[in-house]
């Protein structure tokens, strides 16, 4: 007969636990009363190399609290500036908005699909070798290049406007999202995948009944947060032309119109909050 799932927890507990009747030791009384104890050697070497990357790092950087701190009256003058914001050009401000969220969702969901596909190369229980080394680069490559760069690469090849936007959104997602698609397919139960490749599936029905229910969850999870992302994003991409809200809110910062100003940043504050509590429904509906 074979053994209950109760039964099993109960094995597992008993394995875990010190049998009845088993005295603790005084080093292991001492180890279990103190919640913190002094790093060992190899710690202690761990924390000082951390600290010292981090102080060449700050240095490096110019990293420098007087100046931040010397700077705050100047912070104070320019948000007391912004306020009152002025809406008498939110007809202007809601069109765009509209525009950077046309774009966000476009842009999300070509680069999802085009991720999804590159991720099957990029994933090491899938892919052969050569063809996983050759997508691993095409991401790496992709995701070092700011979307601003691929945003002037689209505004010169097919204009401005909205469409060089979705374009540079659909690179930087790939390059964002790819390889988190790949290494959620990599962290799958390797339980189905042996059973259906002992039953002689070939790889793509392995990868439509084994491998993709387990990652769907992360996989539509991760791209909730890519909208999200997106969404941030495309309000930028505007600086150079490519659609969205961005060309207003730095033709308002150039015209020193701080009551225009501070309406776009509230206005765009409302819409990601509102886009982030959807998201975290849906996540936790699928959670």
Request: proline share 5%; net charge positive; aromatic share 8%.
């Amino acid at each position: 007969m074979a053994p209950t799932l109760s039964s099993s927890k109960t094995e597992t507990r008993e394995t875990a636990l010190p049998a009845s009747g088993t005295q603790l030791t005084e080093t292991d009384r001492l180890r279990l009363s103190r919640p913190f104890s002094l790093p060992t050697a190899r710690g202690a070497a761990l924390w000082a190399i951390i600290a010292f990357v981090l102080v060449w790092a700050g240095a490096g950087a110019g990293l420098n609290p007087d100046k931040l701190v010397s700077g705050l009256p100047n912070m104070g003058d320019f948000l007391a500036r912004l306020f009152p914001p002025t809406f008498d050009k939110f007809g202007i401000i809601a069109k765009l908005l509209i525009e950077t969220l046309q774009m966000a969702v476009v842009g999300t969901v070509l680069g999802a699909l085009a991720s999804l596909l590159l991720s099957f190369g990029a994933a090491s229980n899938i892919a052969p070798r050569w063809v996983y080394a050759g997508c691993r680069w095409i991401l790496n490559v992709l995701r070092s290049i700011p979307e601003l760069i691929y945003a002037l690469m689209f505004v010169s090849a097919v204009g401005l406007g909205p469409f060089a936007g979705i374009l540079a959104i659909v690179l930087g997602s790939v390059g964002s999202i790819g390889k988190i698609y790949a290494e959620a397919m990599e962290s799958v139960q390797p339980g189905p995948v042996e059973a259906l490749t002992a039953v002689g599936a070939d790889k793509r029905q392995i990868i439509a009944y084994a491998i993709l229910p387990q990652a769907a969850p992360l996989l539509v999870s991760y791209t909730l947060l890519l909208f999200e992302g997106n969404v941030r994003g495309a309000t930028i991409l505007g600086l150079v032309g490519a659609g969205g809200i961005g060309l207003e809110l730095t033709t308002a910062m150039r015209m020193y119109d701080y009551g225009h100003l501070c309406a776009i940043i509230l206005s765009i504050i409302v819409l990601v909050s509102i886009i982030d509590r959807l998201s975290a429904f849906i996540r936790a509906k699928l959670s």
